[in-house]
T-cell receptor, first 114, second 115 residues
Framework: AQSVTQLGSHVSVSEGALVLLRCNYSSSVPPYLFWYVQYPNQGLQLLLKYTTGATLVKGINGFEAEFKKSETSFHLTKPSAHMSDAAEYFCAVSEPGANSKLTFGKGITLSVRP | GAGVSQSPSNKVTEKGKDVELRCDPISGHTALYWYRQSLGQGLEFLIYFQGNSAPDKSGLPSDRFSAERTGGSVSTLTIQRTQQEDSAVYLC?????????????FGDGTRLSIL
């Protein structure tokens, strides 16, 4: 069984500040990891994913995440927040070779203060 | 190009009625998923279709829920005898092939409200 933990439900940062959204996972096999973003009244958009290889993954809109097996973590970062980054962010895990279904965390709402 | 299309975008119905939600995946995508997003439960997997294989129905919460995919393309999620706890956003996603390496592309969802 797999699970994802996203601690806290809301993060607020100032424009230009570092964004750090935490994600920890549990999986019985080496997982595939994903971050999705959801804007109001829209579906989910893939930000980035880790499957194999390089553990630092770069995504769209300046976001990146690092897979740390020893910490079972896949935290999402962005050096400088922009107002347009305000949205809900979901971390998800999938097991290779399975039916590819995604198991999501509860999500974190990011607010950006001017 | 066209993305995943879901209809209706909003649906309000009375408790006990049946509802049908439609999903048009991206053309050529063989895998199709339904998820439910609700305040209490977050995002939950419901059902997965891959080509002509038998669907994975392991996420369906009760036998009131069913889904079909005709001709390997359009899918319909049906909820019978709706209950208030069925109120949620139902999201459909499609991907190009089997396996987690293929990214899932999501529609904007159907917001279902049960009165």
């Amino acid at each position: 069984a797999q699970s994802v933990t996203q601690l806290g439900s809301h993060v607020s940062v100032s424009e230009g500040a570092l964004v750090l959204l935490r994600c920890n996972y549990s999986s019985s096999v080496p997982p595939y990891l994903f971050w999705y973003v959801q804007y109001p009244n829209q579906g989910l958009q893939l930000l980035l994913k880790y499957t194999t290889g390089a553990t630092l993954v770069k995504g769209i809109n300046g976001f990146e995440a690092e897979f740390k097996k020893s910490e079972t973590s896949f935290h999402l970062t962005k050096p400088s927040a922009h107002m347009s980054d305000a949205a809900e962010y979901f971390c998800a895990v999938s097991e290779p070779g399975a039916n590819s279904k995604l198991t999501f965390g509860k999500g974190i709402t990011l607010s950006v203060r001017p | 190009g066209a993305g995943v299309s879901q209809s209706p975008s909003n649906k309000v119905t009375e408790k006990g009625k049946d509802v049908e939600l439609r999903c048009d995946p991206i053309s050529g995508h063989t895998a199709l998923y339904w998820y439910r997003q609700s305040l209490g439960q977050g995002l939950e997997f419901l059902i997965y279709f891959q080509g002509n294989s038998a669907p994975d129905k392991s996420g369906l919460p009760s036998d009131r829920f069913s889904a079909e995919r005709t001709g390997g393309s359009v899918s319909t999620l049906t909820i019978q005898r709706t209950q208030q706890e069925d109120s949620a956003v139902y999201l459909c996603a499609s991907s190009q092939g089997q396996g987690a390496l293929q990214p899932q592309h999501f529609g904007d969802g159907t917001r279902l409200s049960i009165l």
